[in-house]
Each structure stands twice: as C-alpha cells, then as structure tokens.
C-alpha cells in the first residue's frame, strides 16, 4: 500500500486573519470558501483551514514550502508581510 499526503487541516479561531496569510502573503489560491471551511491549493497538497481549536499536543503543526531560490523567495514573502526568522542552512 502506498499513502500519499493530499490535505494538511489546520484549526484556528481567527479565520478571516488565517485566510489572509496564506492567500495575501503567502499567495496560495483558494479553491473551497465554505463557512467555517477553506482550503487553498499548495502544489501537490492541500490546506484546509477548519473553524474551531486543536487540542492535540502542545506545539503547533510545521508546514515547510520549498522554494529554489530561498533568498528571493524570503525577501519577495517579507515585502508581502511575513514575520520571518533568520535563515540557517545545515
């Protein structure tokens, strides 16, 4: 059997500000706009956004991006408003 991952569900109180990242800043298209439901196409993978609170574990869920040119990219989701940290290669 092989799985393939197809839809990360982030849970938020605060819609209309998680919307607003992931469309404006970050530039995904939204491709579902029900109430207390969005999902945005992230190539390959999709994010839904679900009205409510997350109660499993403590720390909050990663989603990583990739990008060819990490500079550009940094300084292009900067100028859209994104709070990013310092950049560290490993």
Known sequence: MKLAMRRVVLFTKNMPAMVAFYRDVLGLPLTTDEKGWKEFDAGGCGIAL???TSRIGARPPKIVF???DVAAAREALAARGA????????
Do not use: L, P
């Open 50 to 52: 679900h009205n409510g």
């Open 66 to 68: 990739w990008a060819g």
């Open 83 to 90: 709070k990013i940290g310092k950049v560290s290669s490993g």
